[in-house]
């Protein structure tokens, strides 16, 4: 069961996870299936917005909670399923945000893969040096626009699904992450 599980498609598992009452095996099943597919990206957002592993991993299970909680309520109404999964991420950084009060740096050293046959020490503190300047700048950016960064280019989503997932439409990511760049690479030259 778990192969053919692997190839059907977010809809069918929806259904089948909807329907656990009926076929519990088959609903536990179809909802392993979508931790399984979702969890890393979702994981690596969260962990790029809150700079703190520990946390990043307690909101990604927290998604994953409301997921199964709302499941039973969910319909596909245009939006994809994966851009549901964000939102509800969204919404728990900035709940956990405003009960923080506090604003904190992102942590992309975590995010960002260093060579691994690289030894030299003064090429890993050059890169550490640019991860951290990197870092500042990002966290300088409003929070929009540090979601539509993060989302395109450490999370490694398209367009599209970043404007499903942030509500805005196509051209107005496209607009945010040129203004972005440009505002990144100032920061960074300066």
Known sequence: MPKLLQNSTDAELIRLAQNRQDDPVAGASAVGELYDRYHESIFRYIWSRVSDQQLAEDL???????MVVNLPKYR?????FQAWLYRIARNLIIDHRRKASSRRELQLEEVIDNSAGEEDPTLIVEDQMVVEEVQVALGELKPFKQDVIILRFIVGLSINEVASILGRTIS???V???????ELRMKLES
């Open 76 to 80: 596909s109404i245009g939006t994809p």
């Open 60 to 66: 990604t299970g927290d998604v994953f909670t409301s």
């Open 172 to 174: 107005s990511v496209k």
């Open 176 to 182: 945010t992450q040129h203004r972005a760049l440009k």
